[in-house]
């Protein structure tokens, strides 16, 4: 699964709490970087298709969670804040049945969302506005859902991207070395893509709060008075 980008900033809030110093709170945050580790190592023994990927995604969103606690208490306000901003959505379907359909199920489970027909569509609304979450049909005219997943990535590594397929099990290792988060197997099925969305809000959420973190942490660690 595409948990590398979180592992790189759960590594990089570790090394930067180690510059501030030696302190029970560079001890936590070493134990906290190695159990998301475990998590995202368990995460990639699972099957892609399997149920419990969306719950694993949760975990790995509640430990960057008690990554960014442990930042300094006046920065947790604004931090919290920005972690709290509405998770962003791009549905992509080349019929337009679909799109309106899960473009309809999305808006109702209250995420702000935009349509695209194509993949070179979805591309072109993410460059003038970035999205959190994509979820794109994977057999499409044109480019497929998987090659917009590697052109996403390529852009942003923390996308978060759920294919939506219709494919054997076996097809879906493809969609994993491809950088795919999860998979909503069709017909979509509202209660499935819900549990989905909400796992892929709850990681895009904590890796904003830690990214806010990290910053913060680097910030301190340049200060001559540190």
Known sequence: MATQPALTLVDALAEEAARIGASAKDNLLR???????????????????????????????????????LAPRGAAVEDRAGAAQPVDVIVVDDDD???????????????????????????????????????????????????LCAALKRL????????????????????????????????VDIDDLSVRLRAAARLVRAVRLAESVRDRLRARSLRPDA
């Not at 695209?116 to 993410?126: F, G």
């Not at 942003?156 to 795919?180: C, M, S």
């Open 31 to 69: 134990s906290q970087a190695a159990l998301v580790r475990a998590l995202a190592d368990e995460v990639s023994r699972h099957h892609p298709s399997d149920q419990y990927v969306a719950n694993l995604h949760e975990q790995l969103g509640e430990e960057l969670s008690r990554l960014a606690d």
């Open 97 to 147: 049945g679909m799109l309106k359909a899960e473009a309809t199920i999305v808006h109702s489970l209250g995420y702000p969302c935009r349509a695209a027909t194509c993949a070179e569509d979805a591309l072109r609304q993410y460059k003038e506005r970035p999205a959190d979450v994509v979820v794109s049909d994977w057999n499409m005219p044109g480019s497929s859902g998987l090659e």
């Open 156 to 187: 942003d590594p923390h996308v978060y991207f759920i294919l939506v397929t219709a494919h054997e099990t076996v097809k879906l290792l493809d969609g994993v070395r491809g950088g795919v988060d999860d998979f909503v197997v069709k017909p």
